[in-house]
């Protein structure tokens, strides 16, 4: 049987859902559930009888009941606020700060979710430790050094994926991303270039992704039997950026003739001279 609580969801969020909404939306700094975007903050601390009193509730000493109640506010709210506006609204804690917040899935599909500092964070598997996404003055975000490595210390045993033709990448690519809204670019952008046109392709975000190019870098790709390492090729400190030359991989054809490389210049190698070095040859 359906509980009802001693609230209208209605009439304590509609009137100002709306204006909540287009702040959070123009906002600087936005967190992001998901696709939900925080739009209010209820309480900044975790007082179960402080959220309750918030919803006009007589508070409870029992943490345990506390807790149901605020489930059926959460489901109340939900179901609620569906039926009166067609769009979805939900409470839950925050996983920044801890503060329970009024969520709005956030349909905006032109928004891109690599764009946001917390979202990145919060979803991006970690390749080594020691290391966090931050702004970057290189480009966007970049990875950056929690502690010192030597010059010659493996960060990064292995990178792992599926090895892709570059074509069949691409046909991946085209077919699925208009299907993921505002998290295209988070599964269709990570990729190592390989010899022979191919591509070891990752389902999944990781950290590599946002370690920024350099022509004078302090990492490099080490590979040996297609089998990829990350190495720092000089000492680096606690702060500083992690950086690669993105042109010394073996880049698909036509590669440098794309939009989002045009910041590249090309470098003159031969395969025998190739700075992707193997694993021996790894100072």
């Not at 920044?96 to 917390?118: E, K, V």
């Not at 045993?157 to 599926?162: A, F, I, M």
Request: with cysteine.
């Amino acid at each position: 049987m359906k509980k009802y609580l001693p609230f209208d969801s209605g009439t304590l969020f509609i009137p100002t859902c709306e204006r909540w909404k287009k702040e959070a939306i123009t906002s600087i700094e936005q967190e992001y559930l998901g696709d939900m975007l925080r739009i209010h903050t209820i309480a900044h601390h975790d007082s179960l009888l402080f959220i309750l009193r918030y919803f006009g509730l007589d508070p409870v000493a029992d943490a345990d009941r506390a807790f149901d109640l605020i489930g059926d506010i959460q489901m109340q709210v939900y179901e609620e606020m569906l039926a009166l506006t067609g769009e979805e609204y939900r409470l839950d804690w925050s996983r920044h700060d801890g503060a329970f917040c009024l969520w709005y899935r956030d349909r905006n599909h032109c928004r891109d979710a690599t764009r946001d500092l917390m979202f990145v964070r919060t979803h991006t598997r970690p390749l080594f430790p020691d290391a966090e996404i931050r702004n970057s003055p290189v480009h966007g975000f970049g990875l950056f050094s929690l502690r010192h490595w030597s010059a010659g210390e493996t960060l990064c045993n292995r990178l792992d994926g599926q090895v892709l033709s570059y074509d069949e990448y691409e046909q991946l690519r085209l077919l699925m991303a208009p299907m993921l809204g505002r998290v295209r670019n988070f599964f269709f952008m990570e990729w190592n270039a390989l010899p022979g046109g191919r591509l070891l392709s990752r389902p999944f975000r990781t950290t590599y992704s946002y370690i920024n190019h350099s022509e004078k870098p302090n990492l490099q790709l080490s590979l040996l039997d297609e089998r990829l390492s990350l190495v720092a090729i000089r000492d680096v400190r606690p702060g500083d950026e992690f950086t690669l030359d993105y042109r010394l991989e073996s880049l698909p054809r036509g590669y440098f003739d794309t939009p989002s490389s045009g910041y590249l210049t090309p470098v003159v190698h031969d395969p025998a001279s190739m700075r992707l070095k193997q694993a021996e040859e790894t100072p």
